[in-house]
């Protein structure tokens, strides 16, 4: 190839060449959405009190709370929940840009521009989490009436 553009031999090799990468992003695209789409994520907070999975959108598709809940009051749970929820969809951000740059790369700026919108749209800022709770936290709080003890 001599790179004469007006030499038809060299025009096709061109051609050939440019539909081999086009059929190589197409390919590679479709790889990664089938991947993108099978992820999901299961975080617990750590206090252990829930167990967050989310799905490859950052949709909450499972929630498990443990029998620690019962010693904490509401507002520690939903914190938990929020925090964990929080962190699954970082680690399904993480997890998604790896996996576009695994498989269509990142040196084009098509796969930059999926990559930092992925993050922009799944990334949290982290739910401020308490320290753990002990038992004598717990103390005046009765969870039969959900009321505090005065």
Do not use: F, H
Request: glycine share 4%; proline share 4%.
């Amino acid at each position: 190839m001599d790179g004469n553009i007006l030499d038809p031999d060299s025009a096709r090799e061109r051609l050939a060449a440019w539909k081999g990468r086009i059929d190589k992003l197409a390919a590679d695209t479709q790889a990664m959405s089938a991947q993108l789409r099978e992820v999901r994520i299961s975080v617990t907070d750590p206090n252990g009190l829930a167990e967050v999975t989310v799905d490859s959108t950052g949709a909450l598709v499972d929630l498990r709370l443990t029998d620690r809940m019962l010693r904490s009051t509401p507002e520690a749970v939903s914190r938990a929940v929020l925090a964990a929820i929080s962190e699954a969809r970082n680690q399904l951000a993480d997890r998604s840009q790896e996996i576009i740059a695994s498989t269509v790369g990142t040196e084009s700026a098509a796969a930059q521009a999926i990559a930092e919108s992925v993050g922009r749209q799944l990334r949290s800022t982290p739910v401020e989490q308490p320290a753990p709770a002990t038992s004598a936290d717990n103390e005046d709080y009765d969870v039969r009436s959900d009321l505090w003890r005065k």
